[in-house]
Structure formats: C-alpha cells, structure tokens
C-alpha cells in the first residue's frame, strides 16, 4: 500500500524556561516541555489515520509539525509525491471555524483566496464559477458567498472551512477536532460529509480528535496518544472489538453506551500528569490499574504485537509472550 506520509521518530520540545533573568536570580534551570516524544505512524493514500487521547497529549502538536506550522525538534516528516509529481502538501482544517474564518471578508472572498493564490483558476469569471461549485460540494448555495461569517451557524461555518480547504485542491487534510465544537447532530453531518468528500475526491485524512466515538467512523486505523507518546495503534473495528493499552480501555470505558467488551479489570481513573513532569517508567503507570514495579522503573517500548496492532505496555508484552506470540520491537 503506497502511503501518503511517512512520520519517523518525530519529536518536539518547547522551551517554557521562565525569563532569563529570573532564572538567574532564582537559579532555575531551563524548563523544557516534551509535547512530542519519538512518535512514528503513517497514512495510506486515500485512507483515515486518527490521533486520540485527552487533551495535552500532543495531538494539535502533531498536526502543527505535520502542516508545517512548528518544526520538529527531531525526527521526519516524508510525504510521498502526488500524480502531478509534486510533494505532497497537507492542508489544515481547524476546531474553531469562526477563528479561522476572516470575519470582515465575505465568504466568497474567503474560499477564492487559495485560488487566486495558487493560480488555480484563469481570470474572475472562472474563481467565481469554481467558488459557486464548492459551495454547492459542502450543501450551502452560491448566494451564502455573498454573505460573512457571522451570518452563519457553526456547522455551517465548519463547511465553509472545508470549501476553503478544497479551493486548494489538495489531497492530505489534517482535521484537528473539526467537529468538536459542534452540536452532536451537526457532528454527524460535517463527518458525513468529510466521508463523501474522501471518497469523491480521493482524500488523505490525519483526524484529530479527544474522542474516540468521534473517529470510529472515519478512520481505517486509530493512534491513541499519551503524554506525547503513541500507546496503542491498530485498524478501527481492532482496536474497539479487542483493546489491549489499559488508557486505550479507559478511552473506550468513558463512551456512554458503546457496545465493546467491558475490560477484565477495573478501569484507569485520575488526572492526565504534567508533561512538564512526567512520571518515570510508563507514563500512564499512576493511573494504571494494572502497573506493578516494572511500569514505574522502565519505560515501555513500541511493540508488534501482531494484525498490524502496536503497543507500548509492560503487561500487554508479558500476556503476549505468556500466550506464545513473539512482541517484535516496532
Ligand atoms: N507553543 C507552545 N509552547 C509551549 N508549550 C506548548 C505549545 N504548544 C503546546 N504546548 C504544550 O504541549 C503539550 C501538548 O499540547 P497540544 O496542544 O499538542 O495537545 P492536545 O492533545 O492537542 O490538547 P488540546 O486538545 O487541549 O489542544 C501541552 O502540555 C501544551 O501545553
């Protein structure tokens, strides 16, 4: 399977240190803040990886680096060459439509300007055509482009996004929880239509979102991410029929009437810790239920463990290996 992008070992630190000043005066070292810690994945051409977890795991990090907006303290980022054999080139979709919507434009303006911009379209006639067509692909009308964004609800916002989005023709959209600050009913809608919208034109999706119920049906494959780490990563319907990270357990746990098998144990509880101070051994140890001595002292590696699934857990490795099946370090 050819894939749209590559992400290897990628890792990004900011420097939160307080003034330098002060911490001359009160002889502080530098404070330094792993959002990203040594993270790899990729995604197939035409296909839907989501990045989940809670927030301050690193997901609007990931999607910063992978749109260009942050660059990496270490790893790469390798996208692979599109049909016209130009790299690649992901486009981002935000949560808040109305802070990435220009509230003095008006919406035709809004979508026309990556036309104009990349020149894909000859003279006004033909961006005000294009922009009347993209209207009508998200279901607003050509007479919403003379309108502004505050004349709009926020489902209807978010489809202006998307248009503006696929005014740049693109084929890799990173959506960081384009849908979370959304009605539950208007959720459903604009999943529906980035579904269709995949499919018609051929779309690469990287999915963004703190909620799992959000995802499933979008994604072909699901990354749940703590604390900057990927913990668990396997193909959608795996990951929801047969969970093997206790946080992945957990996630699923907190999704009210969700018909997967209950974990064995009782779930994870308690507050996700500062990055700023992350715990030794597994990071996910103090709200484990299963953590012994193990997953306080040594952090745990990614592991194969086996149908394509990853996963980085001390008790997951042993139960593997108790049941004869080989973790091979991914
Ligand atoms: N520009 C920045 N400078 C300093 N720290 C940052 C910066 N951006 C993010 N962080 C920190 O990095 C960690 C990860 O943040 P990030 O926004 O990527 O998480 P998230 O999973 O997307 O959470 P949320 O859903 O709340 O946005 C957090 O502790 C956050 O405070």
């Known amino acids: ?12 630190v900011f420097d939160v240190s307080a003034p330098l000043l002060n911490r001359i005066i009160e002889r502080k070292p530098r404070t330094l803040l792993r959002a990203v810690d040594d993270i790899s994945f990729s995604v197939p051409l035409g296909g839907c990886l989501s990045l989940v977890g809670e927030s301050g795991c690193g997901k609007s990090t990931v999607a910063r680096l992978v749109t260009g907006l942050y660059r990496p303290s270490a790893g790469q980022i390798d996208f692979s060459l599109g049909d016209s054999g130009h790299r690649i080139q992901a486009h981002m979709i935000f949560q808040d439509p109305y802070a990435s919507l220009n509230p003095r434009w ?42 502004f964004p505050h004349e709009f609800s926020g489902g209807q916002r978010q489809r202006i996004s998307i248009a503006r989005a696929l005014a740049g023709e693109p084929k890799f959209l990173v959506c960081d929880e384009p849908t979370s600050a959304l009605d539950v009913s208007v959720q459903a809608q604009i999943l529906n239509l980035m579904r269709s919208l995949q499919d018609e034109f051929g779309l690469t999706y990287l999915f963004i979102s703190h909620d799992l119920s959000v995802v499933r049906h979008m994604s072909d494959r699901i990354a749940v991410m703590y604390l900057g780490r990927i913990v668990e990563e396997a193909d959608t319907e795996a990951l929801f029929d047969h969970p093997l990270h206790p946080y992945t357990q957990l996630l699923l746990e907190t999704i009210p009437d969700i018909e997967a098998p209950r974990p064995e144990v009782a779930p994870a509880t308690g507050e996700v810790p500062s990055p700023l101070n992350p715990p030794p051994g597994c990071t996910f140890h103090p709200r484990c239920p299963q953590a012994d001595d193990r997953c306080r002292a040594e952090v745990p590696q990614v592991l194969e463990a086996g149908e394509g699934r990853r996963v980085a857990c001390h008790r997951v490795a042993e139960m593997l290996e108790r049941n004869g099946i080989p973790a091979l370090s991914a």
């Open 106 to 147: 008006r919406v035709r303006d809004i979508i026309a300007e990556p036309i104009r911009e990349l020149g894909l379209r000859a003279g006004e006639a033909a961006t005000r055509a294009r922009v009347d067509e993209l209207l009508g692909i998200v279901g607003l009308s050509p007479r919403d482009a003379e309108k």
């Open 1 to 12: 399977m050819k894939q749209a992008l590559v992400v290897r070992n990628l890792s990004r």
